[in-house]
């Protein structure tokens, strides 16, 4: 069987499952498409929570990033696990408990406030849209790698292909799928990582591998993987890869920033409202982070293992001798070579080697055999360009491993994607089904119609989501970590965190606190990222990282506003009481 | 929807009893203390002090202290914290006679 047979293989069965849940789950009371009925045991919940969080970008990029920025990348590493700490002790048992459909329920009821209703339907739209178009754009991508599509045709089939399963089978065909695509990625991402590891330190535990030795030049040559691979770093001109770049404080604000952001994302706090009681809550959080870690733990690996293989096989080798995925992943536009110095070597060294993000192919091959490309050459000395995507994609060829694996991988690419964009649409029709038709415009609303809106909605987000899929404004999906996660951790974070621990905030408080983050944190992103020109960031903390100073902002706002203002209803300061009495919660509900 | 009267008493001040507040106490120091430890192994052993960890603790097989914490520790860190958290307050609410009945986890 050749490549691409595997490829349409694997694809096509994992597609298959997928629908094939879907239509078995099909739904049709809001408690099923909201929250799958409440009953999905700790473990499935789990597992589905991991796949609704690890996007494409971790997927393909998350290694590719450690591999290029070393210490650096540890803030994603730390700050995307570490949030499922905070999320568990301080928001999901206490919302589980709530008992209704979302989050910005709880913010409405809590606050009793419509106003702070809209505020938070406006957060979760914008966070889960910037997310979702990065996401569309994945599937474009990996199928157009895949099948010599156009990204378009790609985004088109992905879309389609959601909107399937979670608009008809809501949190319930979601939550299935997401289970069989976690399994899917989950063997993707670590039967490569196993193979590279034992070609390059002998250790069959990638983790172990991580802090072992490098074997391959012999057992008697061998030297700890860290120390090689600083080694090859300084001599070719790059930071060490131990060593950290960003400054202590804003290393410290991006990491805290999130985790914060983490804990408030409407997306995975939904996630826990579908298992039966508080209890069951905690172990799913549990089973949550075990999941999610497994790959967490792997990627660092992934990262140090395919930097040292990258730059042990290229650096000062003729094109002719290079491995076989070079030329493959030149061939497909993410590798370029220029013989700068026309040594016939290919020199590999820190900076850039040619003005422009991406290689641009001219028709004509050069002496030896390489791609030419027309952008105007820089004046380092790198010879040697490569898209940080490709370091786990290339990943089983560099393992010399058999087709299917590379096929595997593809597949597991792709559920990643499908995972995080169907648990985001659901996130995006709930808020406009029920958080805005049915608790603000049209209270009398039957069950049956709301269902109905919310396929609707996720028709029309998924329509908007799939434009800017194909026409991205590059713009804003670059830069969806900073957004994202900083709106989140300076709105809902902080204030559904006083919410629960503090029954004297009351609505005033809460809205002007959620206001001022929101919008500071959005200034100063807006600004730093389209405006201004330099990156004088205040106290140097950069765009990613400005969440948890908004944040801060949000606790002082709302503990002062509250200070001054009286406290809430005798009824919401013993409903917040009963959130925290863990015992008699029932399944949620839109009451 | 299965509303229980049995074990859910009508919600109201009534509602609110001693053992209600002895447990919240309770789950604040138990919360207090597992936030405690997630500052200390992320952002105090990865980033707050990590080159002092570099330098005075032995290195984890190739890796220096402070670094491995980055990338590994801490993670594996939040995973025990999780499992604890998990045990200390299934304890609590059994201790406090709030625990769901003995059917309704499938923890």
């Known amino acids: 069987m050749t490549q691409e047979m595997w490829n349409y293989l694997f694809i096509g069965l994992t597609f298959a499952m997928y629908i094939g849940i879907a239509f078995r789950s099909k739904v049709a009371s809001t408690s099923e498409y909201y929250v799958a009925g409440g009953g999905v045991s700790s473990f499935a919940n789990g597992m589905a929570t991991a796949a609704d969080w690890m996007s494409a970008a971790t997927f393909i990029s998350m290694a590719g990033g450690i591999a290029a920025s070393g210490y650096n990348a540890s803030r994603f590493l730390m700050g995307w696990t570490g949030g499922f700490v905070l999320l568990t002790t301080l928001i999901v048992p206490y919302l589980r408990k709530f008992g209704k459909f979302t989050v910005v329920d709880f913010l409405g009821d809590r606050f009793e406030s419509n106003i702070a209703r809209v505020v938070g339907v406006i957060c979760a739209i914008f966070i889960c849209m910037t997310y979702i178009m990065g996401q569309m754009r994945g599937v474009g991508l990996v199928f157009s790698r895949l099948f010599d599509i156009e990204i378009a045709t790609g985004v088109l089939i992905g879309s389609a292909i959601v909107f399937f399963y979670a608009g008809i089978g809501g949190m319930k065909g979601i939550t299935y799928t997401q289970v069989a695509q976690y399994s899917v990625m989950v063997f993707a991402y670590t039967i490569p990582a196993v193979f590279i590891s034992l070609l390059l330190t002998g250790n069959v535990v990638p983790q172990l591998g991580l802090i072992g030795d490098y074997t391959r030049e012999g057992a008697e040559h061998a030297v700890p993987l860290l120390d090689k691979l600083n080694q090859l770093n300084t001599d070719l001109g790059f930071a060490k890869y131990t060593d950290g770049s960003l400054t202590t404080l804003d290393m410290f604000c991006i990491t805290a920033a999130l985790m914060c952001g983490t804990a408030g994302l409407p997306h995975v706090i939904v996630r826990f409202f579908t298992v039966k009681n508080v209890r069951a809550v905690r172990s799913s959080a549990c089973w949550t982070l075990a999941c999610i870690s497994v790959i967490y733990l792997t990627a660092p690996a992934i990262g140090a293992f395919a930097r040292t293989n990258f730059m042990a096989e290229v650096h000062e080798n003729t094109y002719e001798e290079l491995p076989e995925w070079f030329h493959n992943w030149e061939e497909r536009g993410l590798i370029a070579w220029v013989d700068k110095n026309d040594d016939g070597l290919l020199q590999h060294r820190a900076g850039d080697v040619f003005e422009g993000r991406t290689p641009e192919y001219t028709d004509t091959l050069g002496a030896h055999g390489q791609r030419l490309i027309s952008n105007p050459l820089t004046a380092d000395t790198n010879e040697v360009y490569y898209d940080k995507d490709i370091l786990v994609m290339a990943n089983p060829e560099m393992a010399d491993l058999p087709m299917w694996v590379v096929a595997l991988v593809m597949a597991g690419c792709v559920a990643a994607a499908l995972s995080t964009a169907a648990g985001l649409l659901l996130v995006l029709s709930t808020s406009i089904s029920h958080d805005l038709m049915k608790k603000i415009v049209h209270p009398t609303m039957t069950d049956k119609h709301e269902v109905l809106y919310a396929r609707l909605a996720s028709f029309g987000s998924l329509v908007v989501a799939a434009y800017f899929g194909i026409n991205p404004p590059s713009a804003i999906v670059a830069k969806t970590v900073a957004f994202a996660f900083g709106l989140a951790a300076s709105s809902f974070f902080p204030t559904i965190l006083l919410g629960v621990f503090s029954t004297r905030v009351n609505k005033h408080g809460a809205i002007a606190g959620m206001v001022t983050g929101i919008g500071f944190t959005f200034a100063y992103i807006t600004y730093f990222q389209f405006y201004a020109d330099h990156t004088n960031y205040w106290l140097g903390i950069s765009p990613e990282g400005i969440g948890f100073v908004g944040m801060l902002l949000n606790f002082a706002v709302t503990l002062l506003v509250t200070a001054a203002t009286p406290p809430p209803s005798r009824e919401i300061q013993d409903m917040v009481r009963d959130i925290r009495v863990p015992n008699g919660a029932r399944a949620a509900t839109h009451q | ?107």
């Open chain 2, 1 to 107: 929807m299965t509303d229980d009267p049995s074990h859910t008493p009508p919600p109201g001040p009534d509602r609110i009893r001693p053992e209600h507040k002895a447990h919240w106490r309770g789950s604040l120091r138990i919360v207090a203390g597992i936030l405690l430890v997630w500052f200390t192994v992320s952002l105090g052993a990865g980033v707050l002090f990590r080159d002092t960890l570099d330098e005075t603790l032995p290195n984890i097989g190739g890796a220096p202290f402070g670094f491995w914490m980055a990338q590994q520790g801490a993670i594996l860190c939040f995973i025990l914290l999780l499992l604890t958290y998990r045990f200390l307050m299934n304890r609590l609410d059994r201790a406090h006679g709030l625990e769901d009945r003995a059917t309704g986890g499938d923890a």
